[in-house]
Nanobody, 116 residues
Framework: QVQLVESGGGLVQAGGSLRLSCAAS????????MNWYRQGPEKQRELVAT???????TYADSVKGRFTISRDNARNTMYLQMNTLKPEDTGVYYC??????????WGKGTLVTVSS
């Protein structure tokens, strides 16, 4: 069983920065591929960034060069550094733990609002 808790969301002006955190319970955090998803108003949930257990990263085209995903396996925590935020980045950001064999887990989300 893995529990994921996101934090760090809030209200920020366009051009600003936020750092999201995802804290995971349990001792097997390091074996999961970790993802950040987001869901904007009246939009479908979309994958924003991925970090594999060996540290490889991928990003949605819309956030490349602005967002950075990272993880600290010793602290069972994943991060998303978001810079140069835009109003279209507004949404609820969700942490996801994925594995090819084990079940996936989701956090409850943290709200990011970017004002223009």
């Amino acid at each position: 069983q893995v529990q994921l808790v996101e934090s760090g969301g809030g209200l920020v002006q366009a051009g600003g920065s936020l750092r999201l955190s995802c804290a995971a319970s349990g001792s097997i955090f390091s074996i999961y591929t970790m993802n950040w998803y987001r869901q904007g108003p009246e939009k479908q949930r979309e994958l924003v960034a991925t970090i594999t257990r060996d540290g490889s990263t991928t990003y949605a085209d819309s956030v490349k060069g602005r967002f950075t995903i990272s993880r600290d396996n010793a602290r069972n925590t994943m991060y998303l550094q978001m810079n140069t935020l835009k109003p279209e980045d507004t949404g609820v950001y969700y942490c996801n733990a994925a594995h090819t064999i084990l079940r996936a887990y989701w956090g409850k989300g943290t709200l990011v609002t970017v004002s223009s």
